[in-house]
C-alpha cells in the first residue's frame, strides 16, 4: 500500500510512504497540467516498508498528477496540491 502525504504538500515536501510492497524498481513522476513531466525519481525499494521523501520545493505552486509505476508496471496515479 502507498501512502501519500502532506497532500496539500508543505513547502514542496512530500513523503511516500510504502507499506508492505514488493521489492523492486519503482518510478516516480510529477506531472503538471499541461503533461509536462517536473519531477523524477527512480526508488530501489527493499520487500517490505520504507518511506521516501520527495523534494520539489523548487517548482511552482499548483495541481500535479503524481504517477508511482511499480515494478510488475503497474501504476497509481495521484492528483496532489502544492
Request: charge should be negative; hydrophobic fraction near 45%.
Amino acid at each position: 500500500m502507498l501512502l501519500i502525504y502532506p497532500n496539500p504538500a508543505t513547502a514542496g515536501i512530500v513523503h511516500l510512504q510504502m507499506n508492505n510492497m514488493p521489492a523492486g524498481a519503482y518510478h516516480v513522476s510529477l506531472v503538471n497540467t499541461a503533461g509536462q513531466v517536473m519531477f523524477t525519481k527512480a526508488i530501489a525499494h527493499e520487500a517490505g516498508s520504507s518511506t521516501e521523501i520527495l523534494d520539489f520545493s523548487n517548482l511552482t505552486k499548483g495541481v500535479y498528477l503524481l504517477q508511482v509505476v511499480h515494478p510488475d508496471n503497474s501504476t497509481l496515479k495521484s492528483a496532489l496540491v502544492y
